[in-house]
């Protein structure tokens, strides 16, 4: 573990409004690294840097903007990025009884049920990363999420359902139940019961929705990070690669396991470390996983995604968490995912790096490479 005193720039909330079983633990932070290719893209000399920040989805956000170009108002740019933020938890918030997808949970049917474009958008990608990863991953585990008291009844009394009681629960879970259309823009629930939880990809897709406003804003050097999913372009002010901190998960303190720098791409982290509960010297994770209908159990502590898009990078970190050390790392080796492992072993951790992200670390100019169905793109040189 490296210690290092830094100056952190997020810090996520765990108990949240918007996080139901799907937690992000890690920490964001921006250093300085040097890196001959973000040299070139920016210049050597300190430029100026803009940065937001504020409450959102339950959580905080942290915008970071370096040279901006000529006639952009930072404000109106704060502006533009808090009316999508709020627009994204209006149709993806879980505990908001108006937002569109609580409509669309309470509509207890089997026809089509129209939906914004962003919400197929979302659902759609949450259904192929549930097949690609065999249901590790799947947005309608919000029965047991409920039945384990990790959902909104968070605050009720903790309690070990019985199997009875999971059963009848899993009865109501299954992404292979849905199907999503994008045009017209609409979802339909092969069971009326299913309820979705979007808590475990919508921060990612809300990073991304930031990153891609900036860029058609002419902003070419950003840090975005939503409750810990993050998404980076370009450089610091300092002309640097933009540097960002893995927390060590641990339970009571605050440590940065390693660092990785980043020139282009988003990152995601899901841990069981800070949010559980534990009976007769047990401790039951908030990580539900949806084929056994219990929390995960095994010794995976937190993993680490990155991916060209934060969406993508959040659902993966999730379901490599659910699948655990062995099944997660042999998936991330099979997609070539730069991955990072932290799995607990006597009174630390031991890392296991994927190869996908050995070789981001050894070019952090790299552009990584994107799941699509069962299929991986590779990275290439920026």
């Keep these: 573990m490296t210690n290092l005193n830094l ?11 918007f996080r139901n079983s799907f937690c992000r633990c890690g920490v964001a932070l921006c250093l300085g690294l040097c890196c001959s290719a973000c040299s070139r893209l920016a210049p050597s000399t300190p430029q100026r840097l ?21 006639g952009v108002d930072p404000e109106t740019i704060r502006q533009e990025i808090e009316r999508k933020l709020d627009h994204i938890d209006a149709l993806m918030s879980t505990y908001d009884p108006d937002s569109e997808l609580s409509r669309l949970n309470r509509f207890a049917d089997t026809e089509w049920f129209s939906v914004s474009h962003e919400m197929a958008r979302v ?10 990863t065999g249901g590790a991953f799947d947005i309608t585990i919000g029965p ?16 070990i359902p019985s199997p009875e009681e999971i059963t009848r629960a899993k ?24 309820c979705i939880d979007l808590s475990g990809i919508a921060k990612g897709f809300a990073v991304d929705q930031i990153a891609e406003h900036l860029e058609c804003r002419g902003i070419e050097n950003y840090f975005v990070d939503v409750g810990g999913d993050l998404r980076v372009k370009g450089c610091n002010q300092r002309g640097k690669p933009w540097n960002v901190a893995i927390e060590a998960p641990l339970a009571d303190a605050r440590a940065i396991q390693r660092t990785v720098p980043l020139v282009h791409g988003a990152m995601a982290t899901s841990g069981d470390y800070r949010n559980y509960f534990e009976q007769n010297d047990i401790r039951y994770s908030h990580i539900i996983d949806p084929r056994s209908g219990k929390p995960i159990s095994h010794k995976l502590a937190s993993v680490t995604v990155l991916d060209s898009r934060c969406m993508r990078a959040d659902a993966l970190a999730t379901a490599l968490m659910v699948l655990g050390p062995k099944a ?3 998936l991330a080796l099979q997609q070539s995912l730069p991955a990072l492992f932290l799995v607990k072993s006597g009174a630390g951790f031991v890392e296991k790096v994927s190869p996908g992200l050995k070789s981001v670390l050894a070019r952090p100019d790299s552009r990584f490479g994107q799941v699509v169905g069962m299929t991986i793109l590779h990275a290439s040189k920026r």
């Design 7 to 17: 100056r952190v720039l997020r810090v996520s909330v765990v108990n949240t409004p």
């Design 50 to 70: 803009t940065t937001f920040s504020g409450p959102t989805m339950g959580t905080r956000y942290t915008v970071k903007l370096v040279d901006l170009p000529t």
């Design 123 to 132: 659902i759609g990608e949450a259904v192929r990363i549930g097949q690609l």
């Design 144 to 159: 047991l999420v409920n039945l384990w008291h990790f959902g909104p009844d968070k605050d009720l009394p903790d309690r």
């Design 171 to 194: 009865s109501n879970v299954g992404f292979h139940n849905i199907e999503v259309r994008l045009s017209p823009p609409a979802v339909r629930k092969k069971r009326p019961g299913l």
């Design 328 to 330: 997660g790392y042999e």
